[in-house]
């Protein structure tokens, strides 16, 4: 364990709850940051007994005699070496804090009492409250935030504009139907006649390094999705992008099957289920 990493001045850890803190004292003499014979055995005890507490935090002191400056060394190295006493026998917090008060405390009128470092640590019976005890508040996990979704057709694009005219145009949120990319039926094999539509969409997606794209995909003409067909899609086009060096954590992908329809099934033409059987591209970061 790196004695650097635990040597960061603190404030939340005099600011939590005292009552299920318990705390271990080690005197030193003047001047000294090694303890003494008696107080040295008195830490080892302390060792021995209590292998299953876990450390919450040292905390360095001292007297006022000599300079601030050699006061902060000396508070610094009680700390560091009650520290090397303890690694390796007793747990400690992954973010274990030691703080050198030097001299900068409520100094008491005993000389020798103020020439201390404090063990600062929690019983077994307590872990479960660990954060709790320091005033820790759990991290709630939120949802990221999906963009609100803008229609391809409320963008108008111009008539004859291509999928990279699009995604220059586009915000983020739009989506995009990718007209040229076609599956052998009842399948998520891609048909031959979309190696161009693809390479397209390779290209774009190597000329706008910073863009995010979620392919999803869509069925037509069954009532559900059995074979979850239109995920298998979507994932067949993030396979070829990732195939072709795009990192995949650019890519996400989703497949509604028949929730998301153009037009309600079953369709009445043929137009109306190619309109429902797409694959579509929403731009979720630019």
């Known amino acids: 364990m790196n004695m650097q990493k635990y040597l960061i001045f603190i404030g939340f850890l005099f600011g939590f709850s005292l009552q299920a803190q318990v705390q271990f004292v080690v005197f030193f003499e003047s001047g000294k940051f090694e ?119 409320a963008m108008r694009f111009p008539e004859n504009a291509t999928l990279e005219d699009k995604i220059k145009l586009a915000r983020v949120g739009t989506l995009i139907r990718l007209r040229d990319i076609n599956f052998h039926q009842n399948t998520f094999a891609v048909m031959p006649s979309s190696k161009n539509a ?44 990732v195939s072709e060096g795009v990192d995949p954590n650019r890519v996400s992908v989703k497949g509604f099957g028949v929730t998301k329809p153009k037009f309600p099934i079953p369709e009445k033409t043929p137009e109306e289920a190619a309109q429902n059987r797409r694959v579509e591209l929403l731009i979720t970061k630019k």
């Open 35 to 153: 303890s003494n014979p008696k107080e040295t055995q008195k830490l080892q005890q302390w060792i021995q007994t209590h292998r299953e507490v876990k450390i919450l935090a040292i905390q360095g002191y001292t007297d006022e005699d000599g300079s601030t400056g050699f006061n902060d060394t000396l508070s610094r190295k009680r700390v560091e070496f009650v520290f090397q006493q303890v690694q390796g026998k007793v747990a400690t917090r992954e973010d274990y804090k030691a703080h050198s008060f030097g001299e900068n405390f409520a100094q008491s009128k005993d000389k020798a009492t103020n020439r201390r470092a404090t063990i600062v640590y929690i019983e077994p019976k307590d872990f479960e409250r660990e954060n709790q005890i320091l005033g820790i508040q759990p991290i709630v996990p939120t949802q990221p935030i999906e963009p609100q979704v803008i229609e391809e057709e």
């Open 198 to 241: 693809v390479d397209e969409l390779v290209n774009i997606m190597y000329n706008y390094p910073k863009l995010c794209i979620e392919i999803q995909g869509h069925i037509c003409c069954v009532s559900k999705d059995y074979k979850n067909l239109s995920l298998e899609r979507a994932r067949q086009i993030k396979r070829i992008l």
